[in-house]
Structure formats: structure tokens, C-alpha cells
């Protein structure tokens, strides 16, 4: 039995010649690699971990600085933009000629744009993806001393100096990142997105409804119809500054294209890849909407203009303790997971270039099956995965202490690459697997969307930008 061209071929002998025998393997794909096995659901927990971040409790403030009108539509934008633009770039998954599967999103663009968009897209694609891996770190780091802070405000009273470092957990959740990191690939840690996916449920509606709580009992703070007013403490270029920033948070707040193309190469082929895809997105992005609503008009409702940067980690409220604690908790957990999300497609990326660098290498390729006595646990041991992935953890985690305002710089790379990568690409790329001519009426409206993202790119980078020479100046 040979391989060609993907398919497993097996020649007999008989009277008449070879006669050829195409052989399927139930446990190999229609390319020789092992069957897959991702289904709706599991795809769409891997979206909604990659989506639904701490961020979300962030997004009062959002749109504490637009106002009602402005913050609501906003939400409801975003959310139609990027379920529109993640089920074009769904589309670039299998190549239109071949049917071949494209991997990973540069694979799609490049199959699509060619070989310079390829290269543009994976700067943007894994400048975001380390980013997000490092800033989750320190994320998690402040959740947990968030959990800290809170037992000892409850002790000693909401006016004490409750002072506690960071570093100490920051190496703890590298350290078990770095046992995460063993999971051979995305698709074998479902599980970890759909524990992921019901921690941020459960901590965006502790967030709820701690906000709830405060508008029925009469004491919701002042709002406005154009969100925070200028006046005594804000000037008129401090609000525009604010207003970029929250258009910038709420707009990448939705974006998980950088993993979308991976995420659907987990689904299994018993289906059309494309439709159980485009279904994924549809629960995805309308339960983020719905959370993301929530926690929005809650949270400003509750807080009104004096909104929090975040309602948890930020001490927007300090009673119940226990349940604060909890949130925070779920939070953490909840990174924990998102972590290997971000991390898997880098991981696998450079590992498949190793492979292909060095086939015949022990070192590289060879799996050591870990078995206690006679029975087999169903995972292995790879040396060269083990000292790479560790590496990159140790990394990133060195990082994160290093530079403890990276997530204002988080905030720029995010900025700069969600146009590219969730609107720009899949737009171009339908465009060309579509033939749609230029003026018509359909590439108007494509490139009206196109535009218009941009825009919210580059006001929300220059917010970023001052945001994060805010940040330099107060660590000066």
C-alpha cells in the first residue's frame, strides 16, 4: 500500500495487470492524517474562549466613554461585522479547485492572495497570538492577586494598603502552562476550551448581576446619552482620546480570526466542514453578543460614567468578598485555557516546519508513549515538543514580568492587526474565490465594511498609542 496524492493506494496482482484498490483507513482523513473528530459544539467552545476574555468586563467603561446610543450600536456592529467577515473567511477553508485543506489561515491565504499576503498575514496572525499569550499571563496574574487584595479589603476595610506582587504568580501560571503545553495539538484540548468557555459564562454573569443588584436597588449611578461629559478633570481631547479607546476595545473584543481557520480544521469530515463552521460561528458570536450587551449596559447602568476599567479586577465592588473571589477564580481558569488556544496554532506551526526541515530526525519526530504498567494512556512524549514548548512558555512568561504595562501595549498590536486579519483578508480572499467584478454593487459593499473597519483600526491604534505613553509616563 503507497500513498499519492493524499490517498492510500493499494496495487494486486491479476491476470489482466494492476488492479488498483483505493483503501480507506477509519482512522486517517482523506489526506493521511489522523481523523478528526471536532464537532459543532467543540468548535464553538474553542471560539468562545478565544473571544469571551476578561476584556468583557471592560467593556462598561466602553461604553460609560460612548454613551448609550453610541456604545449600543457600536456592540451590535461589531457583532454583525464579524459574524459576516468569519463566515467569508470560513469559506477560504478548502481550496476552490482542489478541494485541498488549507491548515492554517496563512496556508488559506496563501492559496487565495499569494505568497507576499501570506507573509503579511502571519506577521499580523502570530504578532497577535505570542501578544495575547503573554498578556494572558499577566492577566492572570492580576486576577489572582485581584483574589488576594479582595480577602484582605474585606479584613482590614476598603481604605487599607493591601500591596501584593505579581511576580509570584505569574511564574506559577507559567509553570503550569508549561505542563498544558504537552497536548500534542487544538484538537485534543477540547476539553479545556469547554471548561474555558463556562468559566467566562460564569464570571461575565457574577458581573451581571452584581450590576443588576446595584440598578434595583435604587442606587445606579448617572448616565448620559453621550457617556462621559467634558468638564472639570476631562478635556475635550482626553474624551476623543477615551472615545478611540473604546471603539478600539469593543471592536477587538470580537475577534478570534487569527484561530478561526485552525479551529475548523478540528471538525470532523463526516459533514461539510463549511456549514457546521458557519453554524459554530452563529452560536459564538451570539452568545458573546449577548454577554458582551450585558455586561456593557449593566455595568454602566450600575456605575454610570464613573464606570471601572474592570468590575472585578478593579474593585467596582468589593461585597460579597466570596463571590468576587469566585468570579476571579473563574477568570483565571478561564485564561488558563484560552492560553493553549492562543499557543497551539504557534506551537504547531513551528513544529511542522521542523518536520519538514528534518524528517528523518529521532529528536523531532519521534513519540515515546506513556503507559503505566500494561495500559496505555493514550498520549506520548515528543523531546522535541517538550524543550520548544518549554522554551516559549519560559518566554513568555520572562516577558510578562519584564514588562508589566504589556497589555497596554497588547492593546496596540491588537489594533493594528484586527483589520488585517478579521475583515481585510476574508473580504479580499471572497472576492477573488468569487470572480466579483470591481463597481459592482456587492464590492461597494464589501469594500464599504472594509473601510470602515479600518477606520476603527487606526482611531483605536492612536488611542492605544496614547494610552500606552500614558502608561511609560506613569512608570517613570
Same mark, same amino acid.
Given at each position: 500500500?503507497?500513498?499519492?496524492?493524499?490517498?492510500?493506494?493499494?496495487?494486486?496482482?491479476?491476470?489482466?495487470?494492476?488492479?488498483?484498490?483505493?483503501?480507506?483507513?477509519?482512522?486517517?482523513?482523506?489526506?493521511?492524517?489522523?481523523?478528526?473528530?471536532?464537532?459543532?459544539?467543540? &468548535?464553538?467552545?474553542?471560539?468562545?474562549?478565544?473571544?469571551?476574555?476578561?476584556?468583557?468586563?471592560?467593556?462598561? %467603561? #466602553?461604553?460609560?466613554?460612548?454613551?448609550?446610543?453610541?456604545?449600543?450600536?457600536?456592540?451590535?456592529?461589531?457583532?454583525?461585522?464579524?459574524?459576516?467577515?468569519?463566515?467569508?473567511?470560513?469559506?477560504?477553508?478548502?481550496?476552490?479547485?482542489?478541494?485541498?485543506?488549507?491548515?492554517? @489561515?496563512?496556508?488559506?491565504?496563501?492559496?487565495?492572495?499569494?505568497?507576499?499576503?501570506?507573509?503579511?498575514?502571519?506577521?499580523?496572525?502570530?504578532?497577535?497570538?505570542?501578544?495575547?499569550?503573554?498578556?494572558?499571563?499577566?492577566?492572570? &496574574?492580576?486576577?489572582?492577586?485581584?483574589?488576594?487584595?479582595?480577602?484582605?479589603?474585606?479584613?482590614?476595610?476598603?481604605?487599607?494598603?493591601?500591596?501584593?506582587?505579581?511576580?509570584? @504568580?505569574?511564574?506559577?501560571?507559567?509553570?503550569?502552562?508549561?505542563?498544558?503545553?504537552?497536548?500534542?495539538?487544538?484538537?485534543?484540548?477540547?476539553?479545556?476550551?469547554?471548561?474555558?468557555?463556562?468559566?467566562?459564562?460564569?464570571?461575565?454573569?457574577?458581573?451581571?448581576?452584581?450590576?443588576?443588584?446595584?440598578?434595583?436597588?435604587?442606587?445606579?449611578?448617572?448616565?448620559?446619552?453621550?457617556?462621559?461629559?467634558?468638564?472639570?478633570?476631562?478635556?475635550?481631547?482626553?474624551?476623543?482620546?477615551?472615545?478611540?479607546? #473604546?471603539?478600539?476595545?469593543?471592536?477587538?473584543?470580537?475577534?478570534?480570526?487569527?484561530?478561526?481557520?485552525?479551529?475548523?480544521?478540528?471538525?470532523?469530515?463526516? =459533514?461539510?466542514?463549511? =456549514?457546521?463552521?458557519? =453554524?459554530?460561528?452563529?452560536?459564538?458570536?451570539?452568545?458573546?453578543?449577548?454577554?458582551?450587551?450585558?455586561?456593557?449596559?449593566?455595568?454602566?447602568? &450600575?456605575?454610570?460614567?464613573?464606570?471601572?476599567?474592570?468590575?472585578?479586577?478593579?474593585?467596582?465592588?468589593?461585597?460579597?468578598? %466570596?463571590?468576587?473571589?469566585?468570579?476571579?477564580?473563574?477568570?483565571?481558569?478561564?485564561?488558563?485555557?484560552?492560553?493553549?488556544?492562543?499557543?497551539?496554532?504557534?506551537?504547531?506551526?513551528?513544529?511542522?516546519?521542523?518536520?519538514? =526541515?528534518?524528517?528523518?530526525?529521532?529528536?523531532?519526530?519521534?513519540?515515546?508513549?506513556?503507559?503505566?504498567?500494561?495500559?496505555?494512556?493514550?498520549?506520548?512524549?515528543?523531546?522535541?515538543?517538550?524543550?520548544?514548548?518549554?522554551?516559549?512558555?519560559?518566554?513568555?512568561?520572562?516577558?510578562?514580568? #519584564?514588562?508589566?504595562?504589556?497589555?497596554?501595549?497588547?492593546?496596540?498590536?491588537?489594533?493594528?492587526?484586527?483589520?488585517?486579519?478579521?475583515?481585510?483578508?476574508?473580504?479580499?480572499?471572497?472576492?477573488?474565490?468569487?470572480?466579483?467584478?470591481?463597481?459592482?454593487?456587492?464590492?461597494?459593499?464589501?469594500?464599504?465594511?472594509?473601510?470602515?473597519?479600518?477606520?476603527?483600526?487606526?482611531?483605536?491604534?492612536?488611542?492605544?498609542?496614547?494610552?500606552?505613553?500614558?502608561?511609560?509616563?506613569?512608570?517613570?
Amino acid at each position: 500500500m503507497e500513498e499519492v496524492d493524499g490517498q492510500f493506494i493499494q496495487f494486486v496482482e491479476c491476470e489482466s495487470g494492476l488492479d488498483i484498490h483505493k483503501v480507506v483507513r477509519e482512522d486517517l482523513d482523506d489526506d493521511g492524517r489522523p481523523k478528526r473528530t471536532g464537532t459543532m459544539w467543540t &468548535a464553538s467552545a474553542h471560539i468562545i474562549t478565544a473571544v469571551i476574555g476578561s476584556g468583557v468586563l471592560s467593556l462598561a %467603561w #466602553a461604553v460609560a466613554q460612548l454613551g448609550w446610543v453610541a456604545g449600543v450600536a457600536s456592540l451590535l456592529t461589531y457583532g454583525c461585522i464579524t459574524f459576516y467577515s468569519s463566515n467569508l473567511l470560513a469559506e477560504c477553508y478548502r481550496s476552490p479547485g482542489t478541494g485541498k485543506r488549507n491548515y492554517t @489561515y496563512m496556508e488559506a491565504v496563501k492559496d487565495n492572495l499569494g505568497g507576499k499576503m501570506n507573509f503579511a498575514c502571519g506577521m499580523a496572525q502570530y504578532a497577535n497570538l505570542n501578544g495575547l499569550v503573554v498578556g494572558y499571563t499577566v492577566t492572570a &496574574a492580576i486576577s489572582m492577586v485581584a483574589i488576594e487584595k479582595s480577602n484582605c479589603f474585606h479584613r482590614r476595610g476598603h481604605e487599607a494598603s493591601c500591596e501584593v506582587s505579581h511576580r509570584p @504568580y505569574m511564574i506559577g501560571m507559567g509553570i503550569f502552562e508549561i505542563v498544558l503545553s504537552q497536548i500534542p495539538n487544538i484538537e485534543q484540548v477540547w476539553w479545556l476550551s469547554i471548561m474555558a468557555s463556562i468559566m467566562s459564562f460564569g464570571y461575565s454573569s457574577i458581573g451581571s448581576g452584581l450590576a443588576l443588584a446595584i440598578i434595583l436597588s435604587g442606587h445606579g449611578q448617572r448616565t448620559t446619552v453621550t457617556g462621559v461629559e467634558v468638564g472639570p478633570g476631562l478635556t475635550a481631547a482626553r474624551k476623543m482620546w477615551r472615545m478611540f479607546t #473604546a471603539l478600539g476595545d469593543i471592536a477587538i473584543a470580537y475577534s478570534y480570526s487569527p484561530v478561526l481557520i485552525e479551529v475548523q480544521d478540528t471538525l470532523s469530515s463526516s =459533514k461539510p466542514e463549511i =456549514k457546521v463552521m458557519k =453554524k459554530a460561528n452563529m452560536i459564538s458570536v451570539a452568545a458573546t453578543t449577548v454577554f458582551y450587551m450585558m455586561c456593557g449596559c449593566l455595568g454602566y447602568a &450600575a456605575f454610570g460614567n464613573s464606570a471601572p476599567g474592570n468590575m472585578l479586577i478593579g474593585f467596582g465592588f468589593y461585597e460579597p468578598f %466570596w463571590l468576587i473571589d469566585l468570579a476571579n477564580i473563574f477568570i483565571v481558569l478561564h485564561l488558563v485555557g484560552a492560553y493553549q488556544v492562543m499557543a497551539q496554532p504557534v506551537f504547531c506551526e513551528v513544529e511542522s516546519l521542523c518536520r519538514r =526541515k528534518w524528517p528523518k530526525s529521532e529528536f523531532v519526530n519521534r513519540e515515546y508513549p506513556i503507559k503505566i504498567g500494561r495500559r496505555n494512556l493514550n498520549f506520548s512524549i515528543n523531546l522535541f515538543r517538550l524543550v520548544w514548548r518549554t522554551m516559549y512558555v519560559v518566554v513568555a512568561t520572562g516577558l510578562a514580568l #519584564a514588562l508589566p504595562f504589556f497589555n497596554d501595549l497588547l492593546a496596540l498590536i491588537g489594533a493594528v492587526s484586527f483589520w488585517p486579519l478579521t475583515v481585510y483578508f476574508p473580504i479580499t480572499m471572497y472576492i477573488s474565490r468569487k470572480k466579483i467584478n470591481r463597481a459592482t454593487i456587492r464590492w461597494f459593499m464589501l469594500q464599504f465594511v472594509n473601510l470602515l473597519s479600518l477606520l476603527i483600526a487606526l482611531v483605536a491604534a492612536c488611542g492605544s498609542i496614547e494610552g500606552l505613553g500614558e502608561a511609560l509616563r506613569i512608570i517613570k
